[in-house]
T-cell receptor, first 108, second 113 residues
Framework: RKEVEQDPGPFNVPEGATVAFNCTYSNSASQSFFWYRQDCRKEPKLLMSVYSSGNEDGRFTAQLNRASQYISLLIRDSKLSDSATYLCSNTGGFKTIFGAGTRLFVKA | DVKVTQSSRYLVKRTGEKVFLECVQDMDHENMFWYRQDPGLGLRLIYFSYDVKMKEKGDIPEGYSVSREKKERFSLILESASTNQTSMYLC????????????FGSGTQLSVL
């Protein structure tokens, strides 16, 4: 089993839709969690941190469920500019690993 | 502004060549990482370093080595390049404080012919 698993998609959604991604992890000792966004041919950039209490930033909400070992990302009112690959990551000790990414296409 | 610089954006090498990929960060970060990214496989950790002269194997270290002689520089070495090492290589750094994010370089697309 991979340490971090994501549904690769692609998710094809119309503008204005709400879309949710999940990411499961196997290392119960993981300490910190993040969602990154990666545009085509670019490096990943931090989208948001993920906490057990939930974290909201505008249209984006991230959540951590330690009991079930998954993190989620909710995007409300999708924009064309949200089209990208979304990568989840977790860190245990010094080691940070990533899921394979979920591809999102938002269509007009 | 935070910066992680990778020495080359594109690199073409021959099978069997020794290849050096350089990464420099200007944020005084303790932790540095090398990943490779392939379609459908995401980012896979090759090696990481939690401080100067320290290195740890990641998930796919075979065929690679690293060097961290100075805090700001982390080098990835392909001792004898092979065609299956054709990939996008991404360097990243991070402060050792808890819950810190990674900062990435813009990547090196390596083609081994």
């Amino acid at each position: 089993r991979k340490e971090v698993e994501q549904d690769p998609g692609p998710f094809n959604v119309p503008e204005g839709a709400t879309v949710a991604f999940n990411c499961t992890y196997s290392n119960s000792a993981s300490q910190s969690f993040f969602w990154y966004r990666q545009d085509c041919r670019k490096e990943p950039k931090l989208l948001m941190s993920v906490y057990s209490s939930g974290n909201e930033d505008g249209r984006f909400t991230a959540q951590l469920n330690r009991a079930s070992q998954y993190i989620s990302l909710l995007i409300r009112d999708s924009k064309l500019s949200d089209s990208a690959t979304y990568l989840c990551s977790n860190t245990g000790g010094f080691k940070t690993i990533f899921g394979a990414g979920t591809r999102l296409f938002v269509k007009a | 502004d935070v910066k992680v610089t990778q020495s080359s954006r594109y690199l073409v090498k021959r099978t069997g060549e020794k290849v050096f990929l350089e990464c420099v960060q200007d944020m005084d970060h303790e932790n540095m990482f090398w990943y490779r990214q392939d379609p459908g496989l995401g980012l896979r950790l090759i090696y990481f370093s939690y401080d100067v002269k320290m290195k740890e194997k990641g998930d796919i270290p075979e065929g690679y080595s690293v060097s961290r002689e100075k805090k700001e520089r982390f080098s990835l070495i392909l001792e004898s390049a092979s065609t299956n090492q054709t990939s996008m290589y991404l360097c990243a750094s991070r402060s050792r404080r808890l819950n810190e994010k990674l900062f990435f370089g813009s990547g090196t697309q390596l083609s081994v012919l």
